[in-house]
């Protein structure tokens, strides 16, 4: 059953919300990052960011980048709106609009927003192809100057819907982990062959961070997986204090 109504949606999105955090604190988590340390709840530099990781992610991404305020592109489609209001409870701004619908008054508010906001994409959503950079995600760091920061995140064994990009559900109580890459800057005069380039460059960036994300994720010894050397383990979490944490 489809919400329609204002008031169900923001009931909805408002249990969903403390769903998620109290789901998301029960997951014992790592941090690293791939040189700069610039996640968006710690980092107060000048500077602001485009964040993009991909769309099967949302859930931890969601939990762990709400307290920074920053402003997440959610589709205009009927289902997005739960998403749009759980991400508000969580402490991130939506902008409404994609690729198929309202694209163009989302990226000019996109636009307006980079001047003193950070910016989180999916750009393989709303609907794919699952892990497949479009366009325009480099576009707009184009127009606005900003650099894109690659994120990956993973856990262990997660369950995973049936879904077109295969949505991660993190099981309770397992490992998880959070990387990002150095900042990718496309130059505003950048042509169409230039952009196909920087895309290329930034979906394989994401790559990378995913997959050093889900090395680090894995549990020793399953799944003939390497385990994680280094990083930042975070007790807040397994202390259940994942409210606070510096870490994120």
């Known amino acids: 059953m489809k919400l ?31 040189g700069s340390d610039l996640p968006p709840t710690r980092y107060d530099g000048p500077e602001r960011f485009i964040y993009a990781f991909w769309h099967e992610n949302i859930l931890l991404t969601a939990y762990l980048y709400g307290p920074s305020g920053a402003h997440v592109l959610i589709s205009q489609h009927a ?38 906001a950070h910016l989180v994409i999916t750009p393989d959503g709303p609907r794919g192809p699952r892990r497949q950079v479009q366009t325009g995600l480099v576009y707009l760091a184009a127009r606005t100057g900003r650099s894109i920061v690659p994120s990956g995140f993973a856990c262990d064994r997660p369950w995973r819907a049936r879904s077109w990009d295969r949505f991660v559900l993190p099981r309770p109580w ?31 960036a994401l790559a990378r961070v995913q997959e050093e994300a889900e090395r680090r994720a894995a549990v020793p010894g399953v799944a003939q997986r390497t385990p994680g050397d280094g990083g930042v383990s975070c007790p807040c979490i397994a202390k259940g204090w994942s409210l606070s944490c510096p870490l994120i």
């Open 4 to 34: 329609r109504h204002p008031t169900l949606i923001k009931a909805a999105g408002f249990a969903g919300a403390w769903a998620i955090r109290l789901w998301m604190a029960t997951l014992r988590f790592r941090y690293r990052p791939l």
């Open 79 to 116: 289902d997005g709106e739960f998403t749009a209001e759980a991400c508000r409870r969580l402490g991130l701004n939506a902008v409404r609009g994609s690729t198929t619908r309202g694209g163009a008054e989302a990226l000019r508010e996109m636009i307006r927003l980079s001047e003193y």
């Open 174 to 204: 397992s490992r998880a982990a959070g990387v990002i890459g150095e900042p990718i800057r496309v130059p505003a005069n950048a042509g169409r062959r230039e952009l196909e380039q920087y895309r290329r460059a930034v979906e394989a």
